[in-house]
């Protein structure tokens, strides 16, 4: 799986968009963009992916470059709740079980 | 309801204690992990099975063992409860017939061994 680059962390005003970078220079052509995130010791909780197209679900939106060697995870509003260590995560659709390799995350401060 | 549930939440014990973790998941998928996490470090896999016949050791599965016992469960046993077992615990779901790699994580397990 290609390796991401996140910034370690971030504040982002209660009611403001908050924009997560990830970098992943490496991909290859048939990885995915994975995001996850973990609130204080709760199990992580699956956000989104995508492949190359600007995905978007009731949690956030996943833009990606067209080169796809970056992404944006972009929550459009974030509340206190969205307080939480967020993981990009690269890696293939197919193949056989292997761990989520979390890294070490962006933590998102939403401050009121 | 949750869709993944873990019994029980906390538990403490004592070195040389034989304990069990239980998961259990009404998403219906066939897959399920267990998984580790240490303090401000990633999740390490422990088990996965990708169905009732089907176990597979992780990256750290020594003093560790699984049982699935249906579909819709799996426990983790320790079988000698050591110190540096002391850590959260988590048990994952997914769906190999949909999307494999989209894992639903349980609330964990905290673990103390004294």
């Known amino acids: 799986d290609a390796k991401t680059t996140q910034p370690p962390s971030m504040d982002c005003a209660e009611g403001r968009a908050a924009n997560l970078p990830c970098n992943h220079s490496t991909i290859s052509g048939n990885e995915y963009v994975y995001w996850y995130r973990q609130i204080h010791s709760q199990g992580p909780q699956y956000i989104i992916h995508?492949?190359?197209n600007n995905e978007t679900n009731e949690m956030a939106s996943l833009i990606i470059t067209e080169d796809r060697k970056s992404s944006t995870l972009i929550l459009p509003h974030a509340t206190l709740r969205d307080t939480a260590v967020y993981y990009c995560i690269v890696r293939r659709r197919a193949g056989s079980a292997r761990q989520l390799t979390f890294g070490s995350g962006t933590q998102l401060t939403v401050l009121p | 309801d949750a869709d993944v549930t873990q019994t029980p939440r906390n538990r403490i014990t004592k070195t040389g204690k034989r304990i069990m973790l239980e998961c259990s998941q009404t998403?219906?998928?066939?897959?399920m992990y267990w998984y580790r996490q240490d303090p401000g470090l990633g999740l390490q896999l422990i088990y996965y099975s990708f169905d009732v016949k089907d176990i597979n050791k992780g990256e750290i599965s020594d003093g560790y063992s699984v049982s699935r016992q249906a579909q819709a469960k799996f426990s983790l046993s320790l079988e000698s409860a050591i110190p540096n077992q002391t850590a959260l615990y988590f048990c994952a779901t997914s769906d190999s017939h949909y999307d494999r790699e989209t894992q639903y994580f349980g609330p964990g397990t905290r673990l103390l061994v004294l």
């Open positions: 998403k219906g998928h066939d897959r």
């Open positions: 995508g492949l190359k």
